[in-house]
């Protein structure tokens, strides 16, 4: 049977009916559905006759690789009396003539990322996991992506947090700090669940005043859903609002800047590879002749610019390159650096 637009069209129809497991479909179901839909696309309706035509060709002489199952269900006649239904569909649930099946690469990578999703215990609703894996046929391997086993120590807490969040519910949130291992509570309305330096975080708005609030879950001691309080939506996106940060420390009052540096030579392929802050670039052209002008004594190396907002992070980001990374602007976020500095060195003289 030759491969028609008129004929395409229909296999592409047929194809959404096998690959449906919402609702059950006989070849007569199917015919009818062809006759509502192809005058859509300017054809005539076509025939059961057709329809087994167009079936038989897919299973049998397409290069598809289709397998069609048929079952029977219960399903009342046009009398209303209950009769048993032979219905067809895809033998594999998530096949499709339009989505090639999965390469060995491909299903190894999938196994692994539903391993890692598997590896957080105590996630309600997480079953269809193995299911999925049996589905797709994805054998069991040795493991090829290792991930550290400290981003999911909190692994059942993490699911609870995420079914809260998911289902937007105020819990009362009982926490404790480093500083003082007394335990105090707080309402929020859960928002995200974020990582940054192999530790997760709670970000929630408290209920009172909307303020966001970031909590460790190391120092997260339990929590309970609060049936009757109000959940709280955050004022904007939550992803876009830590775009304008490195890490998790979100300051409402430090504003937006734009912080230039250099870098040396020993470190500027580092930078250039793994940036500072997803808004880093490099100055090039007139920048960099300027900057070289001001800073003569800095011959080599690169400058660099990025945007964000001044947290605990930031600074200590900046520091951790030690001489091989120079903030030239602006003044307060060098005054921060050279007052830690500064700190550092008084400590160091005092032993």
């Not at 928002?191 to 009172?208: M, T, V």
């Not at 939506?233 to 540096?261: K, R």
């Not at 793994?274 to 880093?280: E, V």
């Not at 007139?286 to 907002?309: A, M």
Request: include cysteine; hydrophobic fraction near 35%.
């Amino acid at each position: 049977m030759p491969a028609t637009k008129n004929a395409m069209t229909r296999y592409a129809l047929i194809d959404k009916l096998l690959a449906n497991r919402n609702k059950a479909f006989s070849i007569q179901d199917i015919t009818e559905c062809l006759e509502e839909h192809l005058p859509e696309y300017g054809q005539e309706p076509v025939s059961k006759r057709c329809v087994e035509k167009d079936l038989n060709y897919l299973e049998n002489e397409s290069p598809f690789d289709v397998e069609i199952e048929e079952y029977w269900i219960d399903a009342p006649d046009k009398n209303g009396r209950p009769y048993r239904k032979r219905c067809i569909r895809y033998q594999d649930a998530t096949f499709s003539i339009f989505k090639p099946k999965l390469s060995e690469d491909e299903k190894t990578v999938l196994a692994t990322a539903l391993d890692t999703l598997g590896s957080f215990d105590g996630l309600e609703n997480f079953e269809w996991l193995n299911d999925l894996k049996h589905r797709l046929k994805l054998e069991e391997h040795e493991p090829i992506i290792s991930i550290s086993k400290n981003l999911i120590s909190n692994s059942s807490l993490i699911a609870r947090l995420f079914t809260v969040i998911r289902t937007k519910q105020v819990i009362s949130l009982i926490y404790h700090t480093f500083s003082n291992s007394e335990s105090r509570a707080v309402e929020i309305s859960p928002y995200l669940l974020k990582e940054y330096n192999n530790r997760w975080y709670l970000i929630a708005g408290a209920c009172d005043t909307g303020k966001l609030l970031t909590f460790p879950l190391d120092r997260i001691d339990d929590f309970t859903p609060t049936l009757f309080a109000k959940y709280r939506e955050p004022i904007e996106d939550i992803n876009e609002h830590y775009e304008e940060i490195i890490g998790v420390t979100f300051d409402e009052d430090a504003p937006l800047q734009e912080i230039i540096f250099w870098i040396s030579d020993k470190s500027k392929d580092y930078v250039i590879t793994k940036p500072i802050h997803g808004s880093q670039k490099t100055l090039k052209r007139e920048k960099d002749s300027y900057l070289r002008r001001v800073y003569p004594k800095l011959k080599n190396g690169k400058f660099f610019q990025i945007e964000c907002r001044e947290n605990y992070e930031l600074i200590r980001e900046l520091i951790s390159f030690g001489p091989e990374l120079l903030v030239l602007s602006p003044i307060n976020i060098k005054n921060q650096i050279l007052k830690n500095l500064d700190g550092l060195l008084q400590r160091y003289k005092s032993l």
